[in-house]
């Protein structure tokens, strides 16, 4: 089958100025259940941390301590949102048209007050995606507000402003172009990123050096379970 014509120009798009945004990457219903999930994972994390701190554990249950997004919660390698990078990875290559790793899942509830400061990613982002989940901003008395997703391409200085509805996915190369959103004025609002490396690229990381996907950063595997449930 031809490749129409609108394909072509997102990834013509992407070749040319390293990211491009997918409008509805997933469906609002994937969207919406992965919203109400990360606002459960945050409430969970807050009552075990407060209540039942013995059972605490921020990198299983997430934490409030990420330096570049202060206040928001944040959780490393979730099994949920591991499963969507594993689902987009076809979309992903097809776009940037490279063989890609699975790398990690960074997911974020953030609220009121909070930003993402002026940051480049680490080698394992080197292909990025900021997949929108949901939002509310009802204490904005309008719908029209939508916190936009800044990028500063480090060649040009040109700054970028993208805006995107739940299921909608900006993809970046988060090594090559600064990115930061300023004090978001709504509620809640959630957020995953899905990290990829180019096979052939510079890096060549899978997993985040991990064993597996779905686990945090410092646990490794027996080979066994690895066997089991790969």
């Given at each position: 089958?031809?490749?129409?014509?609108?394909?072509?120009?997102?990834?013509?798009?992407?070749?040319?100025?390293?990211?491009?945004?997918?409008?509805?990457?997933?469906?609002?219903?994937?969207?919406?259940?992965?919203y109400?999930?990360?606002?459960?994972?945050?409430?969970?994390?807050?009552?075990?941390?407060?209540?039942?701190?013995?059972?605490?554990?921020?990198?299983?249950d997430?934490?409030?301590?990420?330096?570049?997004?202060?206040?928001?919660?944040?959780?490393?390698?979730?099994?949920?949102?591991?499963?969507?990078l594993?689902?987009?990875?076809?979309?992903?290559?097809?776009?940037?048209?490279?063989?890609?790793?699975?790398?990690?899942?960074?997911?974020?509830?953030?609220?009121?007050?909070?930003?993402?400061?002026v940051?480049?990613?680490r080698?394992?982002?080197?292909i990025?995606?900021?997949?929108?989940?949901?939002?509310?901003?009802?204490?904005?008395?309008?719908?029209?507000?939508?916190?936009?997703?800044?990028?500063?391409?480090?060649?040009?200085?040109?700054?970028i402003?993208?805006?995107?509805?739940?299921?909608?996915?900006?993809?970046?190369?988060?090594?090559?172009?600064?990115?930061?959103?300023?004090?978001?004025?709504?509620?809640?609002?959630?957020?995953?990123?899905?990290?990829y490396?180019?096979?052939?690229?510079?890096?060549?990381?899978?997993?985040?050096?991990?064993?597996?996907?779905?686990?945090?950063?410092?646990?490794?595997?027996?080979?066994?379970?690895?066997?089991?449930?790969?």
């Amino acid at each position: 089958m031809q490749e129409n014509n609108m394909n072509k120009k997102i990834k013509k798009h992407f070749i040319e100025n390293n990211y491009v945004v997918i409008k509805g990457a997933i469906n609002l219903n994937l969207a919406n259940i992965s919203y109400n999930y990360l606002k459960m994972k945050a409430y969970q994390s807050v009552y075990k941390r407060n209540h039942l701190n013995e059972m605490y554990d921020k990198e299983w249950d997430g934490h409030f301590e990420d330096r570049q997004a202060p206040g928001s919660f944040s959780i490393y390698g979730d099994a949920l949102m591991e499963s969507i990078l594993i689902s987009l990875k076809p979309l992903m290559e097809d776009v940037t048209q490279k063989k890609l790793f699975h790398n990690y899942a960074y997911s974020r509830l953030y609220v009121t007050g909070n930003d993402l400061k002026v940051h480049t990613d680490r080698e394992s982002c080197e292909i990025s995606t900021s997949l929108c989940l949901g939002y509310d901003v009802s204490n904005q008395g309008e719908e029209t507000y939508c916190w936009p997703f800044g990028l500063i391409d480090q060649t040009t200085k040109k700054e970028i402003t993208v805006k995107l509805q739940p299921g909608d996915m900006l993809i970046y190369n988060g090594v090559k172009l600064e990115h930061y959103r300023e004090q978001f004025l709504g509620n809640n609002h959630a957020q995953v990123f899905l990290h990829y490396n180019d096979m052939n690229g510079d890096f060549k990381i899978e997993y985040d050096d991990r064993d597996r996907l779905g686990m945090p950063k410092q646990i490794k595997t027996y080979d066994k379970i690895r066997m089991m449930y790969k």
